[in-house]
């Protein structure tokens, strides 16, 4: 049996559709549930950001560096990223 919380006076919550992830959000998810870092290379060629993916979004990576600083890096603004295995 499971109970209706609606009849019992609270809403029922919905979740919002799944999208599809495209294969670099796959990428990103893997990383993000095994804990493991990324390697960010920004468009500006002098630019490289390691830490692990916190979250993310259809236009944004949020990444934490070693030092704990959280970063929210919008993807337009990615030249490229690869994950780091045995970090």
Do not use: W
């Not at 979740?15 to 959000?25: G, S, Y």
């Not at 993000?32 to 290379?41: A, H, N």
Request: proline share 6%; aromatic share 6%; net charge positive.
């Amino acid at each position: 049996f499971t109970p209706n919380h609606a009849a019992a006076g609270k809403p029922a919550t919905k979740r919002p559709p799944q999208r599809n992830l495209e294969p670099h959000e796959r990428i990103l998810a893997n990383a993000k549930r095994e804990g493991l870092s990324i390697r960010v290379e920004l468009l500006n060629e002098d630019e490289t950001i390691v830490g692990r993916v916190m979250d993310f979004g259809k236009y944004e990576v949020i990444v934490e560096t070693e030092d704990g600083a959280r970063m929210c890096l919008f993807k337009s603004a990615l030249r490229s990223f690869h994950v780091i295995h045995g970090a």
